[in-house]
């Protein structure tokens, strides 16, 4: 009887969300054609440093996956600050392991007037290890600096195709 009632429960609630007009915001049916299309018309303005690179590198992957637009109509702006904290220390005193947190401003701007239309900040935390061998500790600290980009990057997708659903509406 438990399990009637609670499957009646889970049907009614799927129910409801479908008639407020839910829609999930990750998967296939998330970007409509119109919001991809939207953020396909991004120019994406180089960002300094490696890591800038790196986060440019994933955006353009995801918003722009056919290239750069040849007119863009918008601009995207993205202002990146990198810290490094030492979280394991011995008795020597040396760290063994790093939090390193990215924290990226970003802008979106008319390209032909320059007025931002959207603004907002995301922010990654990715550990490392430290070890005695230099080699290993360059390509931990890389790794972790690629994951907190590719974090950065979703999350200023996300909060782009929320604005741009909005929008097109």
Not at 115 to 120: E, I, M, R
Not at 125 to 143: G, K, L, P, W, Y
Request: aromatic share 6%; proline share 4%.
């Amino acid at each position: 009887m438990a399990g009637v009632v609670l499957r009646a429960g889970a049907i009614l609630a799927l129910l409801l969300l479908a008639a407020c007009g839910f829609r999930p915001l990750y998967g296939e049916q998330a970007l409509t054609p119109q919001v991809s299309a939207e953020m396909a018309l991004i120019d994406i303005r180089p960002i300094d440093e490696r890591i800038g690179l790196v986060l440019r590198n994933e955006l353009l992957d995801l918003l722009t996956p056919l290239g750069t637009p040849a007119q863009p109509r918008y601009v995207l702006t993205i202002n990146l600050v990198e810290a490094r904290q030492g979280l394991a220390v011995e008795r020597d005193a040396t760290v063994t392991r790093f939090n390193l947190t990215l924290n990226a401003d970003f802008r979106l701007s008319e390209a032909a007037t320059r007025q931002p239309l959207n603004t907002g900040s995301a922010r990654s935390t990715a550990a490392f290890s430290v070890v005695r061998a230099d080699f290993a500790n360059v390509i931990a600290e890389r790794d972790a600096e690629d994951r907190a980009a590719r974090v950065i990057a979703e999350e200023i997708v996300t909060r782009l195709s929320v604005y741009f659903a909005r929008r097109v509406r």
